[in-house]
């Protein structure tokens, strides 16, 4: 399986609304709940609306779509990383999935992934 290394620094934010938020940027993740509006973005578009933050992630993502009958793929990438005590902030798209670190562990995981025999792609 090949991970797509993304070579942008991203950021967690709670947000006041989604109004200010530049859906046209390259990466824009939004959830919303009863409780909370969530944005991960990189960290050059977050937006002023923002009441909290956490910067210092980067993400890869797994290459190619995923079929929904697939399973344990994201179960088996954070098994890995979290035996070598590596945390994770993982984010599903209909397509895929991408996986955060804290920018500290980023090679690492790569790291523990390509040992794993996982194949390492760098984003052109």
């Not at 009958?69 to 994201?74: R, T």
Request: glycine share 4%; proline share 1%; with cysteine.
């Amino acid at each position: 399986m090949k991970i797509e290394k993304l070579n942008y620094d991203f950021s967690v934010c709670k947000v006041k609304d989604f109004s200010k938020i530049d859906l046209e940027s390259e990466y824009c993740f939004l959830s919303k709940t009863d409780k909370e509006h969530s944005l991960v973005c990189m960290t050059e578009n977050v937006p002023d609306c923002v009441i909290e933050r956490e910067d210092g992630w980067k993400a890869f993502r797994i290459q190619g779509t995923l079929d929904f009958s697939l399973i344990g793929i994201l179960s088996k990438i954070s098994a890995l990383l979290a035996e070598n005590e590596i945390g994770i902030f993982a984010i599903s798209t209909f397509d895929t999935d991408y996986i955060l670190t804290k920018s500290e562990n980023f090679l690492k995981a790569l790291e523990v992934l390509s040992k794993a025999g996982y194949q390492i792609i760098e984003t052109l």
